[in-house]
C-alpha cells in the first residue's frame, strides 16, 4: 500500500502480548487513515454499552497517509476512545513528531485493549516491541516523565505520556507528547490512566513507499513555497494562535468570567505582541511545519518553562478566569501539561466553580476553606492542582461543568457552558449564530476545531439566522475534519491559504489513486455520519436535546462590549438545528436515516 506503513500494532494490556495485523486496503478506501480509521474501529470493535473505563474498551492512535511525509504541516496524529466525560464518541488530535516516528517504525496505528494490573509503558523501537514496567514512573508528571524516558531511552525516540490527572481518572485529562503538544479533549489520557498504560515510547528507521516518488516530490515543493509565499506567514509564525486574543476581544468573542461576556477589559496584557515580548524563548514547530506556531516560554515569575499558552488556553485560563498577566496565564498552563490536564476544560471548570462561588451557591466549606474570585491567579492554580488531586471540590469538577452543575445546584446549570457534557472552547458566541452551531453540533462535544465558523458570521452578518449559516457549518465540517483523516494540520490552509486542491493531488503521487477533493469530502462526510450512528447508539435517548445550547446563550444577553444586547433565541437555536437536519439527510432528531447510511456506503452501520 503506498502512502501507508502497512501494519496495524494490537496491544492486550490484559495478557501482556502484542501482535501485528496487516492495515485493510478497503479500510483506507472507505475512510482514508486517521480519525476515520479510528471511528471505524471504535464502531465495530469496543462493544455497545462498553464502560469507557473498563477493558472492553479501546484507544485507537492513528497517523493518515500523509502524516511523516514531506507535505507541509503533515505532523498530524488522531487518539479516538469511547469519551468518559461525555459517553460518546472522543477523538483527539496531537501535533509534534511521534506520528512521523510511528510510521517510520512501521505502523499506521495502535490498538489498545485490556487494562493492565500494574502500571506499564510500550516501548517500540522498529519491530521491537515490548510492554515495560512503569511503576517507578506512575504518580509522576507528564513532562517529568517525559524527559526522564528521553534521559533513559535516548533522544531520537517521541514519547507521548499521561500526568497524575488521568491516573487519577479526571475526566478530562490528556495525552501530552514533546513537552507541550497535546490530545486535550474527551478524556483521551483518562482513559489510558484507566488502563494503567504511562508513557508510549517510539522510534523508527523504515521508509514510506511512495507510488510516485518525482510528482510527491514536485507537489511538496509547490505546497511549501506557496506557505514561504503566503502575506499572513510572517505574523504566524511570530505570535501563532495568540496572535487570535486580541481579534477574538475586538469582536466579542473573547470568553470572560465564565463567558459571563465576550469582553475582556485587560486584555491588552495577554495580547501576542505583549507574550511574545514577556515570555517567549523561540518557535517550536510540529514535523515538517513551515510556519511554526508554537511558541516555547519561560515565565520568570513563577520559574517554569512551557509551551505557550496559545489561544484556547489564553481564551480559557486567561479570560475566562479574569487572570491579567500572561505570566500567571503561563504558569496555569505549565501546571495543567504537567498534572495532564486539558486547559480548555480546566479552565471552564475554574471559572463555573468560581461563578458559582461569587453567587453563593458554593461556599468555603465545599472548596476546602479555599477563596474564589475572579482575577485571583493563587485561586487558579489551586483548583488545577484539586482537580488533578481530586481533592474536595476539585473531586467534582473532575467529572466537568455538567456534573458539577447537578451537584452544585441553584440555578448553575444555566451557566454551565457546554454541549453533550463537553466543556466550550475560546468563541462566545451570543453573536455568532454558525459558531453557536457549531458548538451545538459538533461530533465530540462543543469544540470549535471542527467547525470555525464566526469569520462567516462576520463575513455575511452576525444576526442572520438562515440556511446557509446551517450549509456553511456542515461544509467546515466536511473540510475541517478530514485533516485528521489525512495526517496533516489544517492551519496551512486556515491562516496561510493553502489551495485545498494540492491535497488531493500529493495524496494521488503518494498512493497512487485518483482522488478528487470532493471525492475525499465524501469520506469526510461519511466519517461524520458514522460517528453520529455512534452517539445514537451508545447514548440512551441522544438527539436534537443533546445538540441544546448553554442556556447562558438564549437566556442573557451578551452585558459588555462590542456585542452588548446579544443573544440567540431558542427559537433562532431550533430553527438553526431544523435546517442542519434537514441539509445532512437526518431526521427531525438529529438522527442519520437508513437512506442518509445507504447513500454513505454505511449499509453495515446499524443505530439500535
Not at 394 to 410: I, M, N, Q, R
Request: aromatic share 10%.
Amino acid at each position: 500500500m503506498y502512502g501507508y506503513a502497512g501494519r496495524i500494532l494490537r496491544v492486550n494490556l490484559t495478557d501482556g502480548t502484542t501482535k501485528t495485523e496487516p492495515y485493510d486496503p478497503e479500510l483506507a478506501r472507505r475512510f482514508l487513515g486517521g480519525r476515520g480509521f479510528s471511528a471505524y474501529i471504535l464502531y465495530t470493535e469496543v462493544p455497545q454499552g462498553a464502560d469507557p473505563l473498563g477493558p472492553d474498551n479501546k484507544v485507537i492512535i492513528s497517523t493518515g497517509p500523509l502524516s511523516g511525509t514531506l507535505v507541509p504541516g503533515a505532523g498530524k496524529t488522531d487518539i479516538t476512545t469511547k469519551s468518559p466525560q461525555t459517553g460518546g464518541y472522543a477523538s483527539a488530535s496531537v501535533g509534534g513528531l511521534i506520528c512521523a516516528e510511528l510510521k517510520y517504525a512501521g505502523y499506521d496505528a495502535i490498538i489498545f485493549e485490556g487494562t493492565s494490573k500494574h502500571p506499564v509503558y510500550l516501548f517500540i523501537d522498529d519491530d521491537k516491541v515490548e510492554i515495560r514496567d512503569a511503576s517507578d514512573l506512575w504518580g509522576k508528571g507528564s513532562l517529568t516523565v517525559e524527559e526522564e524516558l528521553k534521559k533513559d531511552l535516548g533522544e531520537a525516540f517521541q514519547i507521548a505520556t499521561i500526568g497524575p490527572a488521568g491516573e487519577k481518572l479526571v475526566s478530562y485529562a490528556c495525552i501530552t507528547h514533546d513537552f507541550g503538544r497535546q490530545a486535550g479533549r474527551g478524556g483521551v489520557g483518562t482513559v489510558l490512566g484507566a488502563k494503567k498504560l504511562k508513557a508510549i515510547a517510539v522510534r523508527g528507521t523504515k521508509s514510506i513507499p511512495i507510488a510516485d516518488v518525482d510528482a510527491f516530490r514536485q507537489k511538496a515543493r509547490t505546497m511549501f513555497k506557496a506557505c514561504m509565499e503566503s502575506d499572513a506567514l510572517e505574523v504566524w509564525q511570530k505570535y501563532g494562535t495568540a496572535g487570535v486574543t486580541t481579534w477574538a476581544n475586538e469582536i466579542g468573542a473573547f470568553p470572560t468570567r465564565n463567558f459571563q461576556t465576550g469582553f475582556f477589559e485587560q486584555h491588552e496584557s495577554l495580547s501576542g505582541e505583549v507574550m511574545r515580548e514577556a515570555i517567549v524563548i523561540t518557535d517550536k514547530a510540529c514535523f515538517a511545519c513551515p510556519c511554526p506556531c508554537g511558541k516555547y516560554s519561560h515565565s520568570k515569575k513563577h520559574n517554569v518553562f512551557v509551551e505557550g499558552p496559545e489561544y484556547e488556553t489564553t481564551a480559557l485560563l486567561g479570560g475566562n478566569c479574569a487572570l491579567a498577566d500572561i505570566e500567571d496565564v503561563a504558569y496555569a498552563n505549565y501546571l495543567c501539561d504537567e498534572l495532564g490536564l486539558d486547559t480548555i476544560s480546566a479552565g471552564n471548570c475554574i471559572a463555573f466553580a468560581i461563578e458559582c462561588f461569587e453567587r453563593g451557591i458554593i461556599s468555603t466549606t465545599d472548596t476546602g476553606g479555599l477563596e474564589l474570585a475572579f482575577g485571583d491567579p493563587q485561586a487558579v492554580f489551586a483548583l488545577i492542582k484539586k482537580i488533578a488531586a481530586r481533592e474536595d471540590i476539585g473531586d467534582v469538577l473532575a467529572y466537568g461543568v455538567k456534573h458539577a452543575a447537578e451537584v452544585f445546584g441553584g440555578d448553575s446549570a444555566d451557566f454551565a457552558i457546554q454541549v453533550k457534557g463537553m466543556e466550550m472552547s475560546g468563541y462566545e458566541s451570543r453573536n455568532a449564530p454558525s459558531m453557536l452551531l457549531s458548538y451545538m453540533t459538533c461530533d465530540v462535544g462543543a469544540h470549535h476545531n471542527r467547525s470555525w465558523a464566526i469569520t462567516y458570521d462576520i463575513q455575511v452578518g452576525r444576526d442572520d439566522i438562515s440556511a446557509d449559516k446551517a450549509a456553511k457549518v456542515i461544509e467546515l465540517q466536511h473540510i475541517r475534519p478530514l485533516f485528521d483523516c489525512l495526517g496533516a494540520c489544517r492551519l496551512q490552509w486556515v491562516e496561510l491559504n493553502l489551495n485545498l486542491d494540492y491535497y488531493a493531488q500529493i495524496l494521488q503521487a503518494l498512493t497512487g489513486e485518483e482522488r478528487s477533493w470532493d471525492d475525499l469530502l465524501k469520506i469526510s462526510e461519511r466519517i461524520w455520519n458514522l460517528t453520529r450512528a455512534y452517539w445514537a447508539r451508545e447514548v440512551e435517548d441522544f438527539g436534537r436535546a443533546w445538540d441544546s445550547p448553554p442556556p447562558r446563550t438564549w437566556k442573557e444577553k451578551v452585558p459588555t462590549g462590542p456585542t452588548q444586547g446579544s443573544s440567540i433565541s431558542w427559537e433562532d437555536n431550533q430553527k438553526l438545528l431544523d435546517m442542519y437536519y434537514e441539509q445532512r439527510g437526518w431526521d427531525k432528531n438529529g438522527i442519520p436515516t437508513h437512506a442518509k447510511l445507504t447513500e454513505m456506503d454505511l449499509t453495515d452501520i446499524v443505530i439500535s
